[in-house]
């Protein structure tokens, strides 16, 4: 990934004069530096398991037994959410600034960051970058693909079937036929042959 994200970040700040970092250590003080890493959040509301025990785990009362999805549930973000950005050498922690918010990252993101260290020792960011989709090249002249019919040589083939959106639960009539429908052709018992033959290579 860190390869990847070192190119989408050269393409996205190719015109400022910035350092690229290999370690979030070896970052200087007011340099503007690119450095990639994996954002965590410290997130004082967000639940843990821990929080349910006081000591002792036969204290029922010190689990919380509610079944409102609000008392359950709640909010695990706050403003005092703190966003950290970590690699292989270290982390460090990210300013909240116009141009980075906590509360527009999720933990486990795998980022390129461009700015610099304060004299705070935070990192103050001026943007950021994502790796984006993966690059696939041509495929070579000498390869082609055959056009051929759905059913054309289906002893030869296999099918992977993606869906989406199939609503289940819910009442409509048209939603309940369309999910019949596709039930019965997977398992074979439409009442066209060919589908049948064709649901037997998904």
Known sequence: ????????????WKK???????????MKPNQLSCVIGTIFK???KKRNVFQNIEGVIENVNAIECSTDPEKIYGKFVSENDLAVLEDASGRINIKETEHFSPSNFTAGSIVALLGYVDNAGLFACEDHCFAGILYRPELPKHISFKKQSLFESLENRKF???????????????TITCLKNLSQMLQG????SQWNKLASRV
């Open 1 to 12: 990934m860190k390869p990847v994200l070192r190119e989408s970040a050269g393409l996205r």
């Open 16 to 26: 400022r004069k910035c350092v690229y970092m290999e370690n979030i250590l070896d």
């Open 42 to 44: 410290e997130q004082s």
């Open 160 to 174: 992977v079937m993606f869906t989406s959106g199939l609503n289940f639960g819910s009442q409509d009539l048209e």
């Open 189 to 192: 018992q439409s009442p066209n």
